[in-house]
T-cell receptor, first 111, second 114 residues
Framework: DAKTTQPPSMDCAEGRAANLPCNHS???????VYWYRQIHSQGPQYIIHGLKNNETNEMASLIITEDRKSSTLILPHATLRDTAVYYC????????????FGQGTRLTINP | NAGVTQTPKFQVLKTGQSMTLQCAQDMNHNSMYWYRQDPGMGLRLIYYSASEGTTDKGEVPNGYNVSRLNKREFSLRLESAAPSQTSVYFC?????????????FGPGTRLTVL
């Protein structure tokens, strides 16, 4: 599975958009980009995933560059409850997935 | 739906003791997983089960065994616990079908081995 690179930490003001970058330059053609987050010491929570088109759901938007070598997770109106570690993971989307969690980005939302 | 449940929530063992961590899901998922998370680190895959009746090693399988008891339940066994196995253990499940394959995680079991 392709490896990802994320900044170790980021800060964002409450109510602003939080933009979390991820590099995945070795992604292969059939691999998707997945985002999960982990709030405090809870189990990780799925946020969104995409292949090559931009995706949006009730939690976030995912922007994938045309060459698919990087992506950005956007939380449009960050709240204090969005403070968490965010993981960008590249994986195929069928069958059992052996997810590789790096160290992620620790996002702190400030009041 | 309860989602993914894990028991126990906390456990303290002495070196050499054995124990089994239990995991169950009520989402009719095909695939189940066991991860461990050490302080300040990301999760690492221990074992997974792609479907009922199959199990495979993940990144860090040494010192563990698993059993996929039925479609709902996937247990993790430590035969002879070591201090290096002190960690938080997360169970997860997924449907296994393309497009609906996100993993759902349980609340975790916090294990300390003295």
């Amino acid at each position: 599975d392709a490896k990802t690179t994320q900044p170790p930490s980021m800060d964002c003001a409450e109510g602003r958009a939080a933009n979390l970058p991820c590099n995945h330059s070795t992604i292969s053609g059939n691999e998707y980009v997945y985002w999960y987050r982990q709030i405090h010491s809870q189990g990780p929570q799925y946020i969104i995933h995409g292949l090559k088109n931009n995706e949006t759901n009730e939690m976030a938007s995912l922007i994938i560059t045309e060459d698919r070598k990087s992506s950005t997770l956007i939380l449009p109106h960050a709240t204090l409850r969005d403070t968490a570690v965010y993981y960008c993971i590249v994986s195929h989307s069928q069958g059992a997935q052996k997810l590789v969690f790096g160290q992620g980005t620790r996002l702190t939302i400030n009041p | 739906n309860a989602g993914v449940t894990q028991t126990p929530k906390f456990q303290v063992l002495k070196t050499g003791q054995s124990m089994t961590l239990q995991c169950a899901q009520d989402m009719n998922h095909n695939s189940m997983y066991w991860y461990r998370q050490d302080p300040g680190m990301g999760l690492r895959l221990i074992y997974y089960s792609a479907s009922e009746g199959t199990t495979d090693k993940g990144e860090v399988p040494n010192g563990y065994n698993v059993s996929r008891l039925n479609k709902r339940e996937f247990s993790l066994r430590l035969e002879s616990a070591a201090p290096s196995q002190t960690s938080v253990y997360f169970c997860a499940s997924s449907h296994g079908t393309s497009g609906y394959n996100e993993q759902f995680f349980g609340p975790g079991t916090r294990l300390t081995v003295l």
